[in-house]
């Protein structure tokens, strides 16, 4: 489902116009950046957890030239967790 689709079907399931459905799922998912920007985080109760956490810096190695070493800075990145409402109804 891409994000066409998914307006659509919200806009189809909460009996709002497509325009409306998607200011609403514009405004969901600025919400979800801004909070996990500072380090908070989103939590839907069922659905899962968004939150943010920093890959460490690391070394690694340049896929054009095996031989050189390369090091990896530090990185924040978004993690999700399910829920348990979503897991138990992808078990069935």
């Known amino acids: 489902m891409n994000k066409a689709a998914l307006i659509e079907r919200l806009a189809t399931e909460s ?10 799922l514009e405004a969901l998912v600025n919400i979800i950046i801004s909070e996990l920007k500072i380090g908070n985080e989103v939590t839907i109760t069922g659905f899962g957890t968004f939150m943010s956490k920093s890959r ?3 070394g690694g190695v340049n896929p054009q030239n095996p031989t050189e070493r390369i090091q ?3 990185v924040r990145v978004a993690k999700f967790k399910t829920g348990k409402t979503l897991k138990d109804s992808l078990k069935k």
């Not at 009996?15 to 609403?24: D, P, T, Y």
Request: charged content about 30%.
């Open 56 to 58: 460490h810096a690391r």
């Open 72 to 74: 990896i800075p530090e």
């Open 15 to 24: 009996n709002l116009n497509k325009k409306q459905a998607e200011g609403v």
